[in-house]
């Protein structure tokens, strides 16, 4: 290949970078704040665990994030056109979740003390960064979704909850914040918490029952689409843990009755919330086995990393509520979660170098 012809093939790639392309950074983020909340009490291999993968999403935050940046600047109608599309569209929403879910790990790995306190303007930068990309992904979405005078059916997918459900891990960002810099507001960071929840859920339940008319009254969504049957779980698990952190922000911010009212109240909601991704996950798990059989297995691509995030989730609800409740059988099952998300990291990222090397991955 001449010079000509490398530098061609590098602005075809940027042109049609996928916009999956950071739920790499996402799934393994996820990954990493499973391990690094101690879903193994008995042994450090967890925390070791997830400190490396905090510290891959680390490398690969600006790498992947690059594309981005140059395909905006010289390929914007590309972006715009991929932003517009009701598929793709709403995997835009992994760019903030990136940058949240890498500061979150980079929080926790400072309060467990592996990184100094001043970790946390590191991470309080990457929050504020996530939270404006997330509203103005989420917006200029679903404003060109409403937009548009037909959506089809088989766009209607659970991947639509990505730029949405972003915001919930605002709340377990800030409450790691406050305890690493006391001298923060706490109201402040209340208020923050308790606005991006309600926003997360509420725009979460908004749309569920539009995606879940969609797997009813259409035909069941082909073997490409089998993640965004397994992405429902991302709102339960980080939802839950948003609902938690939010409940505790108040309480401190109120104090007397209301600290021991407030995290009580906020454990029942996520309990509740868990319970609903319990019933997905098992009933999904029975749709993806289905779906594999009928198809011959479920196929590789950048979206399969959706498998990645939701299960980490999940993994993190279930050990802080097992933790909460002093419930040991609820603990067994996040260290089952969390040797599941492993597992389900280390086949994507197995077949993401495969399909890399291969060039397949750039292929739309």
Request: hydrophobic share 60%; no cysteine.
């Amino acid at each position: 290949m001449t010079a000509d012809e490398a530098v061609a093939a590098s602005s075809g790639r940027v042109r049609d970078w996928h916009p999956a392309w950071m739920g790499v950074v996402l799934g393994t983020g996820g990954a990493a704040v499973a391990g690094l909340v101690d879903p193994l009490p008995f042994t450090r291999i967890d925390e070791v665990i997830g400190a490396l993968l905090a510290a891959l999403a680390v490398v690969l935050l600006p790498i992947l994030l690059v594309p981005y940046v140059q395909r905006q600047r010289h390929h914007r109608d590309a972006a715009a056109a991929d932003l517009a599309h009701p598929g793709l569209g709403a995997l835009f929403g992994t760019v903030p979740a990136s940058l949240l879910i890498v500061g979150l790990a980079l929080a926790q790995l400072a309060v467990i003390g592996w990184l100094p306190a001043g970790t946390a303007w590191v991470s309080a930068s990457l929050l504020a960064v996530g939270l404006v990309g997330a509203v103005a992904v989420g917006v200029a979405f679903f404003s060109g979704i409403v937009a548009r005078e037909q959506v089809p059916a088989e766009a209607l997918t659970g991947a639509w909850f990505i730029p949405i459900v972003v915001l919930v891990l605002v709340p377990s960002v800030v409450a790691r914040l406050v305890l690493l810099e006391p001298t923060w507001r706490v109201s402040s960071a209340a208020v923050l918490a308790a606005a991006s929840v309600g926003a997360g859920l509420m725009l979460f339940l908004l749309l569920a029952p539009v995606i879940a008319w969609r797997l009813i009254t259409s035909p069941t969504p082909p073997a490409q689409q089998a993640a965004t049957w397994w992405i429902w779980l991302a709102p339960a698990g980080a939802g839950g843990l948003g609902v938690l952190a939010a409940s505790r922000l108040a309480a401190a911010t109120f104090g007397g009755v209301a600290s021991d009212v407030l995290p009580v109240v906020g454990l029942l909601g996520a309990t509740a919330i868990w319970g609903f991704g319990a019933w997905w996950s098992v009933f999904a798990g029975r749709v993806l086995v289905s779906t594999s059989r009928r198809g011959g297995g479920l196929p590789f691509h950048l979206g399969s990393w959706g498998f990645a995030f939701p299960t980490a989730a999940m993994t993190a609800l279930t050990v802080e509520l097992g933790r909460s409740w002093s419930a040991p059988v609820v603990s067994v099952l996040g260290a089952v979660g969390f040797v599941a998300t492993l597992l389900v990291w280390v086949v994507l990222a197995t077949q993401t170098v495969a399909a890399t090397r291969a060039g397949r991955v750039f292929a739309r």
